[in-house]
């Protein structure tokens, strides 16, 4: 597996990939893996080739309160499972990067983004949408994987994908459960 971390060196990457007629599979994560994103990467495996997998956890997305410093973070076990699974390139770019000071810009869809999650939580949908926003333009896949477990978010990005004509289809994969039957998160 191909670990990246520079935006120029992934455009790069990717586009070598693209002129030579490969089918980008993208999966976004934060990181701290878990059943539920390795599903993400095998159905992308089964569907594209190369898979690319990112691992950014991203500040936008956090509200004051929330606890961005303690988010669990363990790149090298996320990492060895990555590996396992086949993953072709991992992407993990630094914070500095993806949000050069001062950074100014965001993705924003009205509305929908207002409503479930987006009433207790305000900014963060922006957050998600700014930063998947980036990452598939940096990437440019041919198919990005999402899971259904979010689907409040899956629905936000379809729509964002769908107003700004990226040429990027979606595949809303199944919710993976605990035994007892809660979603794996």
């Not at 004051?64 to 669990?72: A, K, L, Q, S, V």
């Not at 479930?116 to 949908?125: A, L, M, N």
């Amino acid at each position: 597996m191909k670990q990246i971390t520079g935006i120029r060196k992934m455009q790069q990457h990717c586009a070598t990939l693209r002129a030579q007629g490969e089918k980008i599979g993208f999966v976004p994560t934060m990181g701290h893996l878990h059943e539920g994103h390795l599903s993400l990467v095998k159905r992308s495996k089964k569907e594209c080739s190369p898979t690319v997998v990112s691992i950014f956890v991203n500040p936008t997305q956090f509200a004051p309160h929330e606890d961005f410093d303690r988010y669990p973070r363990d790149i090298n076990r996320d990492k060895n499972l990555l590996k396992q699974l086949g993953a072709e390139v991992l992407f993990t770019p630094k914070t500095g990067q993806i949000y050069p000071e001062p950074f100014l810009t965001s993705v924003v869809v009205d509305g929908i983004t207002e409503i479930g999650e987006g009433v207790s939580r305000p900014k963060h949908f922006q957050g998600v949408t700014t930063i998947v926003g980036k990452l598939l333009n940096i990437i440019q896949p041919a198919v990005l994987y999402v899971g259904q477990k979010d689907i409040q978010q899956a629905v936000i990005l379809k729509k964002m994908i769908h107003d700004l004509n990226m040429p990027v289809s979606v595949k809303l994969c199944p919710t993976i459960r605990e035994k007892d039957g809660l979603a794996m998160s």
